[in-house]
């Protein structure tokens, strides 16, 4: 097992704001990746405010034990990533591939001394697996890890979730509303049942994030692609396994069984102990 080195809050100033994140290194340090939190106003353990699980750190110090680098950081506009003149209504997902992207650049100069790190890696849960998925298509020699991540697109996956949890008369206006967004277009008259999921200032990013296809983007990965899926997952079920397999076979796609969509399991692990041990395989190269 590895010691830790050190523990350290760092940011990178952006035009129009800051991001800030938490530093972890190992001693010694063999690998290195940058930890994406998932959809909402998530911090960079992970937290949405929800009383739910830090997964993110607990992934983090699980990963230093393993000589494993990381850093992780508050999304914009949540917790310390402050961004003055930033609204809602001008959120697009775009803005998160680009942040993913600053800090790739961030942590290579950060380790480039290191002489056994030779390689970076995207470690994204949720909605940060596909912001993963999109910045290493724009970064040459970035591996990426997505954790519980949809393989179709948020259009198709909301379809699901909400055919779960509305009445059937709610649903049908939901599946006309999404249709309107596919289509590029603003949905006017929306319940207020929905406006948490469809109000008028989230309509740009929803659209914006519509457009993405995790399918394509794994394809262009092939085998510098991790993805892990659990059985007891409510919101991502294994099917997206199947998916990302299918469409780039030479990724290394594995499945929890108990594993659920915060990543903790069934039999009480905050945080799935197969997972810790499948990213570092993959993030360190050994058997």
């Not at 960079?44 to 034990?65: I, K, P, S, T």
């Not at 850093?71 to 990533?81: F, L, M, Q, T």
């Not at 959120?91 to 790739?104: G, I, Q, S």
């Not at 390689?119 to 949720?126: K, R």
Request: proline share 3%.
């Amino acid at each position: 097992m590895a010691g830790v080195l050190g523990e350290q809050e760092v940011s990178v100033r952006l035009a129009d704001g800051v991001l800030s994140g938490t530093w972890l290194q190992p001693d010694p340090c063999h690998a290195a990746c940058v930890l994406i939190a998932g959809s909402g106003p998530t911090n960079r353990d992970g937290h949405a405010g929800n009383g739910g699980v830090c997964a993110l750190r607990a992934l983090a110090e699980a990963l230093c034990e393993h000589g494993i680098a990381s850093v992780r950081y508050d999304k914009r506009g949540v917790a310390k990533s402050r961004f003055p003149t930033l609204v809602e209504a001008d959120l697009r997902f775009d803005h998160f591939v680009e942040d993913a992207v600053t800090w790739v650049h961030w942590l290579r100069e950060r380790v480039r001394l290191e002489e056994r790190v030779d390689s970076v890696t995207l470690v994204g849960h949720s909605e940060g697996g596909t912001i993963a998925l999109a910045a290493a298509n724009r970064i040459a020699e970035v591996r990426v890890v997505a954790m519980a991540s949809p393989a179709t697109s948020i259009a198709a996956v909301l379809r699901a979730q909400l055919e779960a949890l509305l009445p059937t008369e709610l649903y049908a206006i939901a599946v006309r509303i999404l249709a309107q967004l596919e289509a590029g277009r603003d949905a006017h008259d929306v319940p207020s049942e929905l406006h948490a999921v469809f109000r008028d200032s989230v309509q740009p990013y929803l659209r914006s994030w519509i457009s993405v296809d995790p399918l394509q983007l794994a394809q262009a990965l092939g085998g510098r692609l991790l993805c892990l899926h659990g059985g007891a997952d409510s919101q991502i079920s294994l099917e997206h396994a199947d998916l990302f397999e299918a469409a780039a076979p030479t990724a290394d796609v594995v499945r929890i069984k108990d594993m659920r969509h915060d990543l903790s399991t069934e039999n009480g692990e905050l945080l799935s102990v197969a997972l810790t041990a499948s990213v570092v395989r993959f993030l360190r190269g050994c058997d």
